[in-house]
């Protein structure tokens, strides 16, 4: 027995050892439960960091990328606007020139009329002198009718009268100052455009015209020599949209209307401004800039290519690519690696947690099964003790009564008659009590028939109703498909009863008393068997909202003679009783109990064998709440 006894003590302390130390490991001591085993696919958080270690440096390249090309696209529009400058002084100087020369020659022929102009041969020659400058195609002299008096060079017969012509119509009606013609000028019918002034008399009156038609090839020349950048694009354009120069050349005139981008920006900005449009001509699509020339009608406009803007910020890329690229593969393979070692990590620790539990539960079942073994060995001991005292009081009370039986009616003192009387129903109690503690003891034979246990209870209601008083309010919940039970009659009502004059002492000041019957399957244990195996019992739950017992008395629920009532007022034998019928049945029993919350009391009996099966009695596991 000490041995026994320090075997429960070490494997107790074994116990406790196992659990703390799964409780450091998990986080959670004394936790009862493992959960699934981790799988070895990625969990959200492992897959949210791989994203991560992608999307954070694409972000970042994406990040620098942007703000490259912007500072790509602010060095190409001040680049145009260094080239569009360029395009306007060259353009400027070109226009101020031509405005020279025209007040030039207005100077030269003032005074003279025009047959003095028509037959000046110094004129002619003057003229002439001005035509071989390379901005100048050539120069007429109009009169106010619309004549050419005057010329550097010969001119068709056509352009001989210009009466009606638009250009010469439109002057008279201007103010002093210049104008900008077409981009083919309808006075010498050459390719260009002109640039004309009015000329008036003393008075102010309209006195003809002088133009000049500028050569186009020179303005062309200069717009060729901007820029290296292939596909770029420079123009002169009047403010009606007339491109008056192009460079590369136009194959045929072309005119903005006023919805295309150009137009649409010098209205927003008439001095100077950058837009993006695609060619008029070749569809490429440009970063432009243009700028006013002066206080005239005039536009230079410079535009590149947009692949010559991203030139340089793929070269960029490309180069944040070579040192990005690398880096976020490097961080992508720590990333993996790093959450492939924690996902081994927390398969191990699963490993090693579920291990410790599997030894926990053996520590926990050895140690029950050595208590349940140790509560047995108590209960055979008092039964066979209780059983060989009973038999041999039993003895001794059958020669008490027989002799007591022959006192009976033979006494001449009605005194004396009572006496005997009273000591024969003292034996008679005294028989009840031995045999409950043969009973107890097994020693008393069971007189086992099938049952319908909801039958037994049905027309037990009465006799249970009477038992726990009025006070007390009874339920019954008896399950439909209840399957049939091997059980003395006698004992199983016994049995109830007890349980419900056990009750009733709870409940004092009135309760409920429920009853319930289930079908159940409880883990079989014997030895060689399944561990995994079970066998089939009807349970009857008997519960009740009483006082309830203390952990101490509850430990000590079902031993015979120990009772927590008044003395006089119970023999500590009830659930004694209870517990030796349910296991003599081939069942058990199971208390559940807490100080102030009531009692329940579960009875598991045995399912009835089918005919041929086997008799063998099996040890049954009783749920982890069970006290015997």
């Given at each position: 027995m000490r041995l026994r006894q320090a075997w429960c003590r070490i494997a107790r302390g074994l116990s406790a050892a196992v659990k703390t130390l799964r409780g450091r490991i998990t986080g959670a001591a004394g936790a009862n439960e493992v959960g699934a085993r981790p799988t070895r696919s990625f969990a959200w958080p492992s897959r949210l960091l791989l994203v991560a270690a992608v999307a954070v440096p694409l972000s970042l390249l994406t990040i620098a990328a942007w703000q490259n090309f912007r500072l790509e696209r602010?060095?190409?529009?001040?680049?145009?606007?260094?080239?569009?400058?360029?395009?306007?002084?060259?353009?400027?100087?070109?226009?101020?020139?031509?405005?020279?020369?025209?007040?030039?020659?207005?100077?030269?022929?003032?005074?003279?009329?025009?047959?003095?102009?028509?037959?000046?041969?110094?004129?002619?020659?003057?003229?002439s002198d001005l035509e071989t400058?390379?901005?100048?195609?050539?120069?007429?002299?109009?009169?106010?009718?619309?004549?050419?008096?005057?010329?550097?060079?010969?001119?068709?017969?056509?352009?001989a009268d210009l009466s009606n012509s638009n250009a010469s119509m439109a002057q008279k009606g201007d103010a002093a100052g210049i104008s900008i013609g077409g981009p083919v000028d309808p006075l010498t019918h050459l390719s260009g455009f002109d640039i004309r002034r009015r000329r008036s008399t003393l008075d102010g009156s309209f006195d003809g015209v002088i133009a000049i038609s500028a050569r186009p090839e020179y303005f062309a020349n200069f717009f060729s020599t901007v820029s290296s950048d292939e596909n770029a694009s420079a123009l002169l354009l009047r403010d009606d949209g007339s491109v008056l120069v192009r460079y590369p050349p136009l194959v045929a005139p072309l005119v903005f209307s006023s919805d295309r981008p150009v137009m649409r920006?010098?209205?927003?900005?008439?001095?100077?401004?950058?837009?993006?449009?695609?060619?008029?001509?070749?569809?490429?699509?440009?970063l432009f800039g243009y700028r006013r020339i002066g206080k005239y009608p005039l536009y230079v406009a410079f535009g590149i290519p947009k692949h010559g803007v991203l030139a340089r910020w793929w070269a960029n890329l490309i180069d944040y690519l070579l040192f990005a690229v690398p880096a976020?593969?490097?961080?992508?393979?720590?990333?993996?690696f790093a959450v492939r070692q924690l996902q081994r990590q927390r398969i191990a620790t699963w490993r090693w947690r579920a291990t410790a539990q599997r030894l926990t539960r053996?520590?926990?079942?050895?140690?029950?099964?050595?208590?349940?073994?140790?509560?047995?060995?108590?209960?055979?001991?008092?039964?066979?003790?209780?059983?060989?005292?009973?038999?041999?009081?039993?003895?001794?009370?059958?020669?008490?009564?027989?002799?007591?039986?022959?006192l009976s009616g033979r006494q001449s003192e009605k005194k004396l008659e009572a006496r005997v009387e009273m000591a024969l129903a003292t034996v008679e109690r005294a028989e009840k009590l031995t045999s409950q503690l043969l009973t107890f003891a097994?020693?008393?034979?069971?007189?086992?028939?099938?049952?319908?246990?909801?039958?037994?209870?049905?027309?037990?209601?009465?006799?249970?109703?009477?038992?726990?008083?009025?006070?007390?309010?009874?339920?019954?919940?008896?399950?439909?498909?209840?399957?049939?039970?091997?059980?003395?009659?006698?004992?199983?009502?016994?049995?109830?009863?007890?349980?419900?004059?056990?009750?009733?002492?709870a409940m004092p000041a009135g309760g409920l008393l429920r009853v319930r019957t289930f079908n159940t399957a409880l883990p079989?244990?014997?030895?060689?068997?399944?561990?995994?195996?079970?066998?089939?019992?009807?349970?009857?739950?008997?519960?009740?909202?009483?006082?309830?017992?203390?952990?101490?008395?509850?430990?000590?629920?079902?031993?015979?003679?120990?009772?927590?009532?008044?003395?006089?007022?119970?023999?500590?034998?009830?659930?004694?009783?209870?517990?030796?019928?349910?296991q003599q049945s081939g069942g058990s029993a199971s208390i559940r109990s807490e100080v102030g919350r009531g009692t329940t009391v579960i009875l598991f009996l045995p399912r009835a064998r089918e005919?041929?099966?086997?008799?063998?009695?099996?040890?049954?596991?009783?749920?982890?709440?069970?006290?015997?």
């Open positions: 602010r060095e190409a529009e001040q680049r145009i606007n260094i080239e569009t400058g360029e395009l306007h002084e060259h353009a400027l100087n070109a226009v101020q020139t031509y405005e020279l020369i025209l007040a030039w020659i207005d100077d030269r022929i003032r005074g003279l009329d025009w047959d003095r102009i028509e037959q000046d041969a110094g004129l002619q020659r003057f003229l400058l390379p901005q100048i195609g050539a120069v007429v002299l109009l009169d106010p009718n619309g004549r050419i008096r005057a010329s550097g060079r010969p001119l068709p017969p056509a352009a920006a010098i209205a927003t900005s008439p001095d100077h401004g950058v837009f993006w449009s695609h060619g008029g001509t070749d569809g490429v699509q440009r976020s593969l490097g961080l992508l393979c720590m990333t993996l053996e520590m926990d079942r050895r140690i029950q099964a050595e208590a349940e073994l140790h509560q047995a060995q108590k209960m055979e001991a008092l039964g066979r003790l209780t059983g060989g005292v009973a038999h041999d009081f039993n003895n001794l009370l059958t020669v008490l009564q027989g002799c007591l039986e022959n097994r020693r008393r034979p069971l007189t086992v028939v099938r049952l319908d246990l909801n039958e037994v209870l049905r027309q037990m209601a009465e006799l249970l109703a009477r038992t726990v008083g009025s006070g007390i309010r009874v339920e019954t919940d008896l399950a439909s498909d209840l399957w049939e039970v091997d059980a003395d009659a006698t004992q199983l009502e016994l049995a109830v009863i007890n349980l419900a004059i056990n009750s009733r002492d079989t244990r014997v030895s060689g068997d399944d561990p995994t195996s079970t066998t089939e019992f009807v349970g009857l739950e008997i519960r009740d909202t009483g006082t309830g017992m203390a952990p101490e008395v509850l430990a000590r629920a079902f031993e015979p003679f120990f009772t927590s009532k008044e003395p006089g007022k119970g023999t500590g034998l009830g659930l004694s009783i209870v517990y030796g019928f349910a005919a041929g099966a086997s008799e063998k009695p099996a040890l049954i596991g009783l749920p982890s709440d069970a006290s015997a």
